[in-house]
């Protein structure tokens, strides 16, 4: 089993569509969590980091972690044709150097 | 802030002959950077992890005297592909580690062997 699982999709919504991503981890010792977005054939962009459990709001964008369940979670309001991409999740320790990462979700927002 | 340059962004060459990148930290400085892999709709594939002043440490499978890491300065490290073959054509991204625990990535190298 992969420490940090999420579906590969594809997923194709509506523009202005509310869009959910979601990943599921397993070592109990990650503490943070992040999104990362991917435009094709260019590097991982950090979209979101949240410490701990919690909500945090940056924009159209919020991120959701339940230590409790091992769920992340990326929200995109008002989805946009420019929010196509590949969304990755990541989550790491305070121990570890390096970060685990979700094999990634692409996402089609269509006009 | 937090910017991570590569370079070159891309480059093409002929089997067997050596190529080296370059990734940078702009505006910090990165005492850790991480080299990965990414082939065509996969997930990005952590190679090694390159330690200022130390030798780097290669993920299990990766070839350490194929994929040679320098970290010679807070600022820089840089990847040597050697003798490369056309397998080893692939999407390499690095990622530079402020003090923080986020990582920031460059734009990407596209390496293709002929």
């Known amino acids: 089993q992969k420490e940090v699982e999420q579906d590969p999709g594809p997923l194709s919504v509506p523009e202005g569509a509310i869009v959910s991503l979601n990943c599921t981890y397993s070592?109990?010792?990650?503490?943070?969590f992040m999104w990362y977005r991917q435009y094709s054939r260019k590097g991982p962009e950090l979209l979101m980091y949240?410490?701990?459990?919690g909500n945090k709001e940056d924009g159209r964008f919020t991120a959701q972690v339940d230590k409790s369940s091992k769920y992340i979670s990326l929200f995109i309001r008002d989805s946009q044709p420019s929010d196509s991409a590949t969304y990755l999740c990541?989550?790491?320790?305070?121990?570890?150097?390096?970060?685990?990462f979700g094999s990634g979700t692409q996402l089609t927002v269509l006009p | 802030g937090a910017v991570v340059s590569q370079h070159p962004s891309r480059v093409i060459c002929k089997s067997g002959t050596s190529v080296k990148i370059e990734c940078r930290s702009l505006d910090f400085q990165a005492t850790t950077m991480f080299w990965y892999r990414q082939f065509p709709k996969q997930s990005l594939m952590l190679m090694a992890t390159?330690?200022?002043?130390?030798?780097?440490?290669?993920e299990q499978g990766v070839e350490k005297d194929k994929f040679l890491i320098n970290h010679a300065s807070l600022t820089l490290s840089t990847l040597t592909v050697t003798s490369a073959h056309p397998e080893d054509s692939s999407f390499y991204i690095c990622?530079?580690?402020?003090?923080?625990?986020?990582?920031?990535f460059g734009p990407g190298t596209r390496l293709l062997v002929l």
């Open positions: 070592n109990s010792a990650f503490q943070y």
């Open positions: 990622s530079a580690r402020p003090v923080q625990e986020t990582q920031y």
């Open positions: 390159s330690n200022e002043g130390s030798k780097a440490t290669y």
């Open positions: 990541a989550s790491g320790s305070g121990s570890a150097r390096q970060l685990t």
């Open positions: 949240t410490y701990s459990s």
